[in-house]
């Protein structure tokens, strides 16, 4: 008989604890709810959203600070399906009518039925304006059409080239996303089962040495390899399956969620909240309580170690069954696990690890008056050079006497960011993280003024200095300090081949029972939909550990396994 979740006491329910409420934590503790946990949130800041923080002023402006993104709403949608106390971890990983393209936006609204009941998501087109030094630019907006007369304009001999690239590009997001996104390599043998297959589709080499077997022009080049930036990861050393995005995009489009990312945040807030969780905001962790399986204080290494809950930097403790951590990999294990409890995720380990490189953002509001801009929704702004560029970012760490950036305006979509007659914008500048040893007090303020110097004058935003209204900005000292980012980076562990799949942070920790990771640092990496997958990476293996089957939607429950029968 099937037991009835829904009538299950309190008393006999497990807790959980989540540090950090981005949009990890909070698609995590959605996902606990609906398993029949109950689940508490704890964030440091003083509203949810972590790298997602929106921020609002005084003077009338909105500003997403991180993400503005959005891909892949049947995500979402799953999200807002759940229901409480049900067992249940969403519907099949990709039923067949998501991948239809008309199922994608309907009437020029994005997202499914339940979606539509939490936040409105629009389709986004083109998906990316891409601009190239000489002022060309080029529109990805996926269509085939459009893609291919851009190609036989900008780079005519590249189109035999492009049509290679596109089928074996779909080869690659088929496998290494239809069919193992949601795999969790926890150990070596799940890595090497899928070697060969990534051996035959070339998917280990450098993403920009693959894009090159097939384009001979720089542009298209670029145009086929910067989104790893978007994730923090550098094209030239980024692994090749990375050329999934490229389908992933093209497959169920760009979106929006109208009233910022921090829409879709206090959305997934409603939600948890609705399911019975409980967020506690301004509530930052100190520690991670870690225990021997007698619940004696871990004094040195070797033995059982199990996660007993958090102690918060105000004193208070908190215990749970479980912790997970939302917040940044190195942090967490560096400063909130005691060392005496790690073995894996040793300090050397750690501090080993490649960052992700960090950001220079700038949050800008301007009149509109003036001539009409000829910018969309999301604009790619390159660099008279890219490889070399990159290679002082990652590899020597330093600032170039050029950059590239990511231009974002979302009042052409969503005039409510800002006062009447005005644009919010941002633009995002790719810099090192503080293992550079920049001075960013110093080095900030020259850049921003660079950047707005560039602006102007090459006619993005003619007369921008007569027209600014707000200007702030952030370093990657905002990263190290306000979002306790190890160094400042902004994505987590760089993605390079060496730290991904069974090589990135795994979502169980090896250290320590009853610890879990989620978000950016964890498998299977950066970006808002891969967040998302984490979370539900992380909701599969709690379900495991605790003897809910996570392919049964109904509750059926499993015997907890002997090992952990004594937590």
Do not use: C
């Not at 059982?304 to 190195?330: F, M, P, Q, T, Y």
């Not at 993605?495 to 799949?501: D, F, G, K, T």
């Amino acid at each position: 008989m099937t037991p009835d979740l829904t009538a299950t006491p309190a008393a006999t329910r497990k807790t959980a604890l989540i540090v950090g409420a981005g949009i990890g934590g909070l698609s995590l503790g959605i996902r606990l709810q609906s398993l029949g946990f109950d689940t508490t949130i704890v964030e440091r800041l003083d509203q949810p959203g972590g790298r997602a923080y929106q921020k609002r002023t005084a003077d009338g402006y909105v500003f997403d600070m991180g993400p503005t993104v959005i891909t892949v709403p049947h995500f979402i949608e799953e999200l807002f399906a759940l229901e409480r106390d049900k067992g249940m971890l969403g519907e099949a990983d990709y039923p067949a009518q998501v991948l239809a393209p008309d199922a994608r936006v309907r009437e020029g609204e994005s997202g499914g039925e339940r979606t539509r009941d939490y936040v409105k998501l629009v389709p986004i087109l083109p998906f990316y304006r891409i601009y190239f030094d000489d002022g060309t630019f080029f529109d990805y907006d996926g269509d085939p059409v459009s893609t291919r007369r851009q190609i036989a304009d900008l780079a005519p001999e590249d189109l035999a080239g492009y049509e290679r690239f596109h089928a074996d590009a779909q080869a690659i997001f088929e496998r290494g996303f239809l069919e193992l996104g949601y795999t969790h390599f926890g150990d070596m043998p799940t890595m090497l089962r899928v070697v060969p297959d990534l051996m035959r589709l070339d998917a280990v080499r450098t993403l920009f040495s693959f894009t090159s077997k097939y384009f001979r022009n720089p542009k298209m080049r670029q145009v086929f390899s910067f989104e790893t930036l978007l994730v923090g990861g550098n094209p030239l050393s980024v692994p090749a399956i990375y050329a999934m995005i490229h389908f992933v995009e093209k497959t169920w489009g760009i979106h929006y969620a109208m009233g910022g990312t921090g829409a879709l945040v206090d959305a997934f807030v409603r939600k948890f909240e609705e399911l019975g969780g409980t967020l506690r905001l301004n509530a930052g962790v100190q520690e991670i309580l870690v225990t021997d399986d007698q619940g004696r204080p871990v004094r040195r290494p070797g033995g059982k170690r199990v996660a007993r809950g958090l102690r918060l930097e105000s004193g208070e403790e908190l215990h749970a069954d479980i912790v997970v951590s939302n917040g940044d990999w190195a942090n967490t294990y560096l400063k909130r696990v005691p060392a005496a409890a790690r073995l894996v995720n040793s300090d050397v380990r750690v501090k080993a690890a490649r960052q992700s490189m960090s950001l220079l953002v700038i949050y800008f509001g301007f009149r509109r008056e003036g001539p009409e801009l000829n910018l969309r929704h999301h604009n790619i702004i390159l660099g008279p050079r890219y490889e070399e560029l990159l290679t002082e970012i990652f590899g020597k760490k330093v600032l170039g006497r050029d950059f590239s950036q990511y231009l974002h305006v979302p009042t052409l979509t969503d005039p409510s960011l800002a006062p009447e007659g005005h644009h919010a914008a941002y633009t995002l500048v790719p810099v090192p993280h503080n293992a550079s040893g920049l001075d960013w007090n110093v080095e900030g303020p020259k850049l921003v003024e660079r950047v707005y110097d560039f602006l102007e004058e090459r006619g993005y935003i003619p007369n921008l200095r007569a027209r600014l209204t707000h200007s702030e900005f952030i370093t990657p000292d905002y990263f190290e300090g306000t979002l306790d980012s190890y160094l400042g980076n902004a994505f987590g562990p760089e993605p390079i081949l060496a730290q991904s799949a069974y090589f990135r942070p795994h979502n169980r920790s090896e250290d320590v029972r009853n610890l879990y990771m989620v978000g950016a640092g964890a498998q299977p990496g950066g970006g808002t939909p891969s967040v998302m997958m984490s979370a539900k990476m992380t909701a599969r293996l709690i379900a495991q550990d605790f003897g809910i089957h996570p392919s049964v939607r109904d509750g059926v429950p499993e015997s907890r396994p002997a090992e952990l029968a004594a937590d």
